[in-house]
């Protein structure tokens, strides 16, 4: 991370695959390094991944972790996590259960894949060589569906990448908490988009459902406004609105 760092990348993720060593020691590494990052650059993590060893195919070692993280355990590294590192981005990956994913999101995690498949070319070829067994198998819509069901919004934003709100501007807004005043209403309208482009009609009726609630939970009227426009323009075909 050093080195990506100092040759300009100015945006790291890290994380700990469970269950090779005692996640003990793992937490404590993980943030040592979040700690020094922080005091040797000025900006911490944008995310924080944490994948439990699932079983993969030719690996011994797969099947039988030498320290496996059981799912109480598992909530509650989730949990340090997020009250440790608060303005990072955490993410859980497929191979959990639809479950704990669920479960997960109360606790803190931010970010969830959904239709993934982990052999190489397994999005355009066969399934067969997957690298790793998934505990999640349901589709894109079945999961945004799921997230909505339960009063989340799932956001598709990427708009502080594409207006350069990285490294250092990114952290000044990200660890004070005021990011927030973007995230929502990015969330909102591009999700949006998902529920006009792709969802089925029982999760367009979920989300739009979302959409109205949260709306209330813009702080700012200036930015409600905007945002209720954004949603508009929208629906009438417009594309790529975010702020
Ligand atoms: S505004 Fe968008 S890209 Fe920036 S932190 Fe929020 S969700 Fe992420």
Redesign the pocket.
């Known amino acids: 991370m050093d080195r990506a760092m100092e040759a300009g990348i100015d945006d790291v993720g890290v994380g700990v695959l469970f269950g090779l060593a005692d996640y003990r020691f793992e937490i404590m590494a993980l943030l040592q390094h979040v700690h020094h990052l922080e005091e040797k650059f000025g900006v911490g993590p944008h995310t924080i991944s944490m994948p439990r060893i699932e079983p993969a195919e030719g690996s011994d070692l797969s099947l039988h972790p030498p320290h496996a993280v059981d799912d109480n355990d598992f909530r509650k590294i989730i949990a340090i996590l997020r009250v440790s590192v608060p303005y990072t981005?955490m993410i859980l990956s497929t191979r959990e259960t639809g479950k704990m994913r669920r479960e997960a999101f109360s606790l803190g995690i931010s970010q969830v894949s959904a239709g993934s498949r982990t052999n190489p070319g397994g999005y355009s070829e066969d399934d067969s060589g997957a690298q790793f067994s998934l505990g999640d198998h349901r589709n894109l819509d079945e999961v945004i569906a799921d997230i909505a069901g339960h009063g989340y919004v799932p956001?598709f934003?990427?708009?502080?990448?594409?207006l350069g709100?990285t490294g250092a501007d990114?952290m000044d807004?990200?660890k004070p908490g005021l990011?927030?005043l973007?995230?929502?209403p990015?969330?909102l309208t591009?999700f949006k988009e998902y529920l006009e482009d792709y969802a089925t009609p029982k999760t367009r009726t979920a989300g739009e459902a979302v959409i109205a609630a949260q709306l209330a939970n813009i702080p700012s009227d200036e930015v409600r406004k905007k945002t209720i426009h954004n949603l508009e323009e929208i629906e009438s075909g417009k594309r790529d609105l975010?702020?």
């Open positions: 981005g956001s934003c990427t708009g502080c990448y594409r709100r990114f807004l990200a990011i927030q973007y995230c929502l990015n969330a591009t975010y702020l």
